[in-house]
């Protein structure tokens, strides 16, 4: 029998999250999650990042990043730095010596899909495709999104109302933030 601290199960959401990756489009995202950790070879450093999506249709939808912060490989290493500083820029956070510095202030961001690739070694089923961040705007960012851009799948889909500073004063922050947990 394994022993476990007291749980109180009424007190989480029981449904479970679903990893089925949202559609290709700009969205309006926070970090939610950071954690630097090694590299599998030990010899450099990931940036990994948890996204939520704040607007829209997909709202609430949960979105993983690594960054490839420090690398062996030159190239390796530039690209995930470029990839951090733009996020940088897009939350207003220019000078970072903790990663929850860039928590839960919003950005924009294009989303796309990762098709899937190898298998699990453990179940040998193919593992599934996923959402990957393809492109961070921010202010005076060359091919920033177009004015009025918002965090809508594509075009194709019915745009939500937007939410008016009253309205989003008043809205309750999810359980996820700091300030929200009771």
């Known amino acids: 029998m394994a022993s476990i601290q007291a749980f109180h199960a009424d007190a989480v959401d029981p449904r479970m999250s679903d990893f089925t990756p949202i559609p290709?489009?700009?969205?309006?995202?926070?970090?939610?999650?950071?954690?630097?950790?090694?590299?599998?070879?030990?010899?450099?450093?990931?940036i990994k990042l948890t996204y939520r999506v704040l607007?829209?249709?997909h709202e609430g939808a949960t979105i993983w990043h690594n960054i490839n912060y420090i690398n062996k490989s030159p190239k390796a290493q530039e690209i995930g730095q470029r990839e951090f500083s733009a996020?940088?820029?897009?939350?207003?956070?220019?000078?970072?010596?903790e990663t929850e510095q860039l928590h839960f202030k919003p950005f924009t961001a294009k989303v796309?899909?990762?098709?899937?690739?190898?298998?699990n070694p453990t179940t040998q089923k193919p593992y599934p495709a996923k959402n990957k961040i393809v492109k961070i705007f921010w202010d005076g960012a060359p091919n920033e999104p177009p004015a009025g851009a918002s965090a809508s799948p594509p075009p194709t889909a019915v745009k939500p109302p937007q939410a008016t500073p009253a309205a989003v004063a008043t809205r309750t922050p999810p359980a996820g933030r700091p300030w929200g947990k009771k």
């Open 112 to 119: 796309g899909i990762e098709t899937a690739s190898g298998h």
């Open 55 to 57: 607007e829209g249709e």
């Open 87 to 97: 996020l940088c820029h897009a939350v207003g956070e220019l000078s970072v010596t």
């Open 24 to 46: 290709e489009g700009v969205y309006k995202l926070e970090v939610t999650e950071s954690d630097n950790v090694p590299t599998k070879a030990g010899d450099g450093e990931i």
